[in-house]
Every structure is written in structure tokens, then in C-alpha cells.
């Protein structure tokens, strides 16, 4: 299946996927959208770049956090999954959205952490409220593969989770 029939939105094949098949075409959607916000015209091209002198101390934090989710690439790459893991973490309870479901993903695969597909869903639905396509898609067919106890769980975890961003991050 090419990615053009992904994005396509009429498809709804996802219903039938295993969950590596989910994870699988989850990862093609984030090197589209890597790969769209990296071309010129796209949103990025029009936001300041590098100009984090001019602005207060408090929004320096995504920078913070892109700078966590960087270095956990960086770390993914060289094959050191577990600190890959933890860079994703705490750049996702600075609130960073792609660190958010990059660490859904490793607890789905269980890379770096235990693997847990209530943890991994619990993250999905902090993204899926950002408007996060990629975690809307997972948290469709995760919905489908979880107990309702499980899900229950979930979303205990995320309003956990929601609460603690919220809260250290307007200090």
C-alpha cells in the first residue's frame, strides 16, 4: 500500500491491522509529515527560527523539549532504546506532541521500556487531543484490541498525565 493511499480519506483498512501493521504504517505517516513540514511553504517555513533570545524564559521550554526529542532520535538511531525512551518521556511531559507519540510507539513495541499497549494508548490519547492524525488512527484500532477495563485504565493514566503536564508546565 503506497502512502498516498493512506492519506487518502477514504481509506479505512486500518480496522483489519495487526498491531505491528498499525506501528508499521503510524511510522510512514510521521516521515510524510517530517517530510511535508520540511518542505518549503509548508507551516515551519513561516514560524522565526532560532530566535529564542527575544523571547521569555517560561516559552523556552519547547525548545527544551525539541532539544530531548533531538538527542532521543539521535539515541533510537545508535540503537540505545532505552534512552531513547527516557529522552522521549521527558520531553513528552514538557508537553513536545511528537515525543508524545514517540514514546506511545515504544511502549507499544516495548523498545526501551516495558512493553504495554494500555501505556502506549494512554499517550496516543493525550496526542489524539492535540488533533494528532497519527495518534487518532492508533487510538481507532487500539480501541479495538483493548478490554474496556483497559481502556479504562488508559484514560485514567491520561488525565494523570494530562494534570501533570498542565500543571509543571504553567509554573
Known amino acids: 500500500m503506497t502512502t498516498t493511499q493512506l492519506i487518502n480519506p477514504e481509506f479505512t483498512g486500518m480496522d483489519d491491522l495487526t498491531l505491528?501493521?498499525?506501528?508499521?504504517?503510524?511510522?510512514?505517516?510521521q516521515q510524510l509529515l517530517q517530510v511535508l513540514l520540511q518542505s518549503p511553504g509548508s507551516v515551519l517555513s513561516y514560524l522565526p527560527q532560532n530566535d529564542t533570545a527575544a523571547l521569555p524564559n517560561k516559552t523556552q521550554l519547547p525548545t527544551?523539549?525539541?532539544h530531548l526529542y533531538q538527542r532521543a532520535l539521535t539515541s533510537a538511531e545508535q540503537q540505545?532504546?532505552?534512552?531513547?525512551?527516557?529522552?522521549?518521556c521527558r520531553a513528552a511531559?514538557?508537553?513536545?506532541?511528537?515525543?508524545?507519540?514517540?514514546?506511545?510507539?515504544?511502549y507499544l513495541k516495548g523498545a526501551g521500556v516495558p512493553k504495554s499497549a494500555v501505556f502506549a494508548y494512554s499517550w496516543f490519547i493525550l496526542a489524539e487531543l492535540q488533533q494528532d492524525s497519527t495518534a487518532q488512527q492508533a487510538c481507532t484500532v487500539l480501541r479495538k484490541h483493548l478490554t474496556v477495563l483497559d481502556q479504562?485504565?488508559?484514560?485514567?493514566?491520561?488525565?494523570?498525565?494530562?494534570?501533570?503536564?498542565t500543571l509543571q508546565n504553567n509554573k
Open 64 to 66: 527544551d523539549a525539541e
Open 152 to 165: 479504562q485504565q488508559a484514560q485514567q493514566l491520561a488525565a494523570e498525565r494530562f494534570e501533570k503536564i
Open 20 to 29: 505491528a501493521e498499525v506501528d508499521t504504517k503510524l511510522k510512514e505517516h
Open 80 to 88: 540505545d532504546l532505552h534512552q531513547s525512551a527516557t529522552l522521549f
Open 93 to 106: 511531559y514538557l508537553g513536545h506532541l511528537p515525543s508524545q507519540v514517540q514514546l506511545a510507539h515504544c
